[in-house]
């Protein structure tokens, strides 16, 4: 089983809509949740961090961490078509060790 | 928000050469740098991860002797593709971390040999 599940999509929505967009993991001591945003041909952009669990909030983006679950999720309000792109979800315990999903690819129809 | 830079962004190269590729954190000290490749419409595959002052930890596959990591500094670490052939063609993602809470990606290196 892998460290990391997400599934890949691909994920086609119309303008406006709620997005949700999931991993899930396996191990319990994973502390530090990250959510990147990677367009065609560029690195990945940090979009959101959380520790621990609870939710965060950042504009039209809501990151949510349940650890009991071991499931994170990440919503984007509103979305628009510039929110095309690849999302990925990383982790860690802290440290040096990263675990990140294979990524999810988003499409917003205008 | 951190921010990491790479040079060049894109390198085409004749086959048989080596390439250089710079990554740098420009705003916060790195003491941890990740070199990743990534395969169009794939996912980033660790090849190496660096602490400043130290050998690179290469993983399972990756030939450090084809692949020299170098971290001189705790804003600089350098991959150098040696004698590189088109299999070698590929995206070339750094990565840095300050206090190993979360990773700063740079922009990303297409490297096309020839």
């Known amino acids: 089983q892998k460290e990391v599940e997400q599934d890949p999509g691909p994920l086609s929505v119309p303008e406006g809509a709620i997005v949700s967009l999931n991993c899930t993991y396996s191990n319990s001591a994973f502390q530090y949740f990250m959510w990147y945003r990677q367009y065609s041909r560029k690195g990945p952009e940090l979009l959101m961090y959380t520790y621990s669990s609870g939710n965060k909030e950042d504009g039209r983006f809501t990151a949510q961490v349940d650890k009991s679950s071991k499931y994170i999720s990440l919503f984007i309000r509103d979305s628009q078509p510039s929110d095309s792109a690849t999302y990925l979800c990383a982790m860690s315990e802290g440290g040096n060790q990263f675990y990140f999903g294979t990524g999810t690819s988003l499409t917003v129809i205008p | 928000g951190a921010v990491v830079s790479q040079h060049p962004s894109r390198v085409i190269c004749k086959s048989g050469t080596s390439v250089k590729i710079e990554c740098r954190s420009l705003?916060?000290?790195?003491?941890?740098m990740f070199w990743y490749r990534q395969f169009p419409k794939k996912s980033l595959m660790l090849m190496a991860t660096s602490n400043e002052g130290s050998k690179a930890t290469y993983e399972q596959g990756v030939e450090k002797d084809k692949f020299l990591i170098n971290h001189a500094s705790l804003t600089l670490s350098t991959l150098t593709v040696t004698s590189a052939h088109p299999e070698d063609s590929s995206f070339y993602i750094c990565?840095?971390?300050?206090?190993?809470?979360?990773?700063?990606f740079g922009p990303g290196t297409r490297l096309l040999v020839l």
């Open positions: 990565s840095a971390s300050g206090e190993g809470e979360t990773q700063y």
């Open positions: 705003d916060f000290q790195a003491t941890t």
